[in-house]
């Protein structure tokens, strides 16, 4: 059998321009040539670029995307090369039920499938709001094409009543406020849409900004364009330039397996730091990195993070929000306070086409209240603690957001012993939380399980409970909580979450029940529940995984097949598939 392969420069030519396969090269052609393209270009030798679209009215943190398209596309068609655009999956974070996590796994596979099966020579990931980010990441690492991610902004600053409305950190202190008796329904509203004045994700440094920024830090996107507000002229400048720069990385064939090398995520774990990044980061960076076949493990956010400060002044774990962080220089001028104090590798390689040393040397901070000196933070040692213990193999607690009164009241010495509360899930949480009887005061720790990836399905932003009304109404705005779900990024609550493994695989939560003591010791990094070792395996023994209700088929497929949070979430059967494009599908007919 003779060779039907075109063997030309791009492989979009396998489909449309292939004379030794004149049967399926007229077959794919004809049907494209109907509409936006002609034959000519089709059949022009230049590279065909994928737009995959996030934004549409079911997705509004990326729906200026939509606007941003003409500029993408400008951009590739004066570089030389052939737009298409496509839609994936939506996700929207504030509107999926039961969360926007189950549709992180199902987003990538729809990238997977449409870069590995279609005429696409590379792509341009139009991200933004939180799953958004690492589901297109995850998916380019993949398929291994030339792939680029542009951003499309946080909001504008909010306001409300003259101090500053953060996305996401509003409902939380209104939801306080709410419980004390000081504000009504309406008033919550009000102030909730006081956040959300514009266009674009959270403008807060919730997991939209942190996910974004270490997209920068990995090399994945445009230095400098992560922080731009999406309404900024700055913005429409960045998707253009962003179009033409991938026509170039096309030629180039300068693909995610050059950028996302085991220094990148080194970097990303150091920015993390240094930005004040979510919780979420963790799973969503490990999940990046096992697609792109980096070995990365949540206990080197300790390793290589820990120690470095906070210099990002910016709520939730500051004051300022989204607009004062891009004029202060953004994720170029973080990164360049890192590089000065010897924190980056310099060397590692990015979509620019030039490294990082080169793409930030000489940028700083614009806005030393806004971006601190390294030698000035805001926090020293601001990174993640990564706790361990009878309750679970791991967990996370973010530092950067421990407040002074938290500390002195639970951490004092380091250590805090209470009485454990547990809840099954938020429902149980919120019939009960108020009951009087469970005795829930400052010498408590609250617990919640069944909310992981298998559990909720998905792993839900449920862990940051608030306390009693009547807790509240004494001063009190934090109770240590701990679960095997998240937490959203815009909380300031310094929860322990991410608990791996879940309780309903067995995890060691499962065996907690409310009234045993439990110790939190930060010195040695342990959470552990006071239980003796024969109550314990006794529990253990007696313990039966609960059954599980699917409401559709894909949450009976994502449970069947999801790993934990410490492992980043994956599908597991997926992790074994990487650059696969080095492999063309079979023809269709």
Not at 162 to 168: C, V
Not at 371 to 380: N, S
Not at 424 to 440: A, M, Q, T
Not at 464 to 469: E, F, I, S, V, Y
Request: charge should be negative; hydrophobic fraction near 35%; include cysteine.
């Amino acid at each position: 059998m003779g060779d039907t392969r075109a063997n030309g420069r791009f492989r979009s030519q396998e489909w449309f321009d292939n004379p030794n396969n004149p049967g399926m090269t007229a077959l794919y052609l004809e049907r494209y040539q109907n509409q936006t393209f002609t034959r000519e270009e089709l059949q022009s030798g230049r590279p065909i670029i994928g737009i995959a679209q996030t934004g549409s009215d079911l997705a509004p943190c990326n729906k200026i995307h939509v606007f941003l398209m003409d500029r993408i596309k400008a951009g590739i068609r004066d570089a030389g090369g052939v737009p298409m655009e496509f839609p994936v999956h939506p996700i929207q974070e504030t509107g999926k039920r039961p969360t926007a996590a189950l549709d992180r796994n199902l987003q990538y596979l729809s990238l997977v499938e449409v870069l590995h099966g279609y005429p696409i020579d590379a792509v341009v990931l139009t991200t933004g709001c939180d799953k958004t980010t690492p589901a297109l990441l995850m998916g380019a690492a993949t398929v291994d094409i030339p792939a680029i991610a542009l951003n499309g902004g946080p909001m504008l600053d909010g306001w409300w009543q003259g101090k500053r409305s953060g996305s996401g950190s509003m409902i939380w202190e209104s939801r306080r406020l709410l419980a004390e008796g000081k504000i009504d329904y309406e008033e919550f509203m009000q102030r909730a849409c006081s956040s959300s004045p514009s266009l674009g994700h959270c403008n807060t440094m919730g997991t939209a900004s942190t996910m974004n920024a270490i997209a920068e830090a990995l090399g994945m996107s445009l230095p400098g364009q992560a922080a731009i507000p999406a309404p900024f002229r700055e913005r429409m400048q960045a998707a253009y330039e962003t179009g033409r720069r991938i026509v170039e990385m096309a030629h180039e064939d300068l693909k995610p397996s050059d950028i996302l090398t085991r220094e990148a995520f080194e970097n990303a774990i150091v920015v993390n730091t240094a930005i004040g990044g979510s919780t979420n980061a963790p799973p969503h960076l490990v999940a990046i990195a096992r697609h792109a076949g980096v070995d990365l493990t949540t206990q080197d956010f300790q390793t290589y993070g820990y120690d470095v400060p906070l210099l990002v002044n910016m709520q939730p774990a500051g004051e300022y929000l989204g607009e004062s962080f891009f004029r202060a220089g953004g994720v170029p001028a973080v990164m360049e306070e890192l590089r000065r104090a010897g924190r980056l590798h310099e060397g590692a390689m990015t979509a620019s086409g030039r490294t990082v040393g080169e793409n930030i040397s000489g940028l700083g901070s614009l806005d030393t209240d806004v971006i601190r000196p390294f030698d000035q933070p805001m926090r020293e040692r601001a990174g993640f603690l990564v706790l361990s213990g009878n309750l679970f193999d791991e967990a996370l607690m973010k530092t950067s957001v421990i407040s002074d009164d938290f500390r002195q009241r639970f951490l004092r010495n380091g250590k805090f012993e209470a009485r454990a509360v547990v809840f099954e899930g938020p429902e149980d949480y919120h019939h009960r939380i108020n009951d009087e009887s469970l005795g829930i005061d400052e010498h408590t720790i609250l617990f919640i399980r069944n909310v992981g990836c298998v559990g909720y399905p998905g792993s839900a932003e449920v862990v940051n409970m608030q306390p009693p009304d009547a807790v509240l109404m004494e001063g009190i705005r934090h109770l240590p909580t701990v679960g095997d779900g998240r937490q959203s990024g815009t909380s300031e609550s310094p929860s322990i979450l991410n608990a791996t493994p879940e309780a309903v695989v067995g995890g060691g939560l499962a065996l907690l029940q409310t009234g045993d003591r439990v110790c939190l010791d930060l010195e040695a990094g342990t959470l552990n529940a006071l239980v003796e070792d024969a109550e314990w395996q006794a529990r253990r023994a007696a313990w039966q995984r609960p059954e599980l209700t699917h409401q559709t088929p894909w949450q009976e497929i994502y449970r069947q097949t999801v790993g934990q949070l410490g492992r980043g979430g994956c599908l597991e059967l997926a992790t074994a598939y990487q650059r696969i494009s080095k492999e063309l599908p079979r023809d269709n007919h």
